[in-house]
């Protein structure tokens, strides 16, 4: 089992920068993490993705260039640095994790979310 914590969240103006944090517990050995996010009335969507040896990245077209997702083993951790945000990129933002490393909703672990709204 997987347990993930999200924190990090909060308001910031439009052009401001959060750091969401996701805390691993568990068999996170060698799993892929990743970022999806939710607005209201919307389909969950992805955002970011890194492999377990941080060595492969994905990132939707949406956050490229603003977003940068990274991961610190020991620490059982994975980042996403948000900047440039936009009032676009408010919604929900879930931690995910799982074996397999990709772009689709299909990972097994999830975390409860952390709201993040952008204010313009």
């Known amino acids: 089992q997987v347990q993930l914590v999200e924190s990090g969240g909060g308001l910031v103006q439009a052009g401001g920068s959060l750091r969401l944090s996701c805390a691993a517990s568990?068999?996170?050995?060698?799993?892929?993490m990743a970022w999806f996010r939710q607005a209201p009335g919307k389909d969950r969507e992805f955002v970011a993705a890194?492999?377990?040896?941080?060595?492969?990245?994905y990132y939707a077209d949406s956050v490229k260039g603003r977003f940068t997702i990274s991961r610190d083993n020991a620490k059982n951790a994975v980042y996403l640095q948000m900047n440039s945000l936009k009032p676009e990129d408010t919604a929900v933002y879930y931690c995910?994790?799982?074996?397999?490393?990709?772009?689709?909703?299909?990972?097994?672990?999830w975390g409860q979310g952390t709201q993040v709204t952008v204010s313009s």
């Open positions: 890194i492999g377990w040896t941080g060595g492969f990245t």
């Open positions: 995910a994790a799982d074996e397999n490393l990709g772009k689709s909703a299909m990972y097994a672990y």
């Open positions: 568990g068999r996170t050995l060698r799993y892929a």
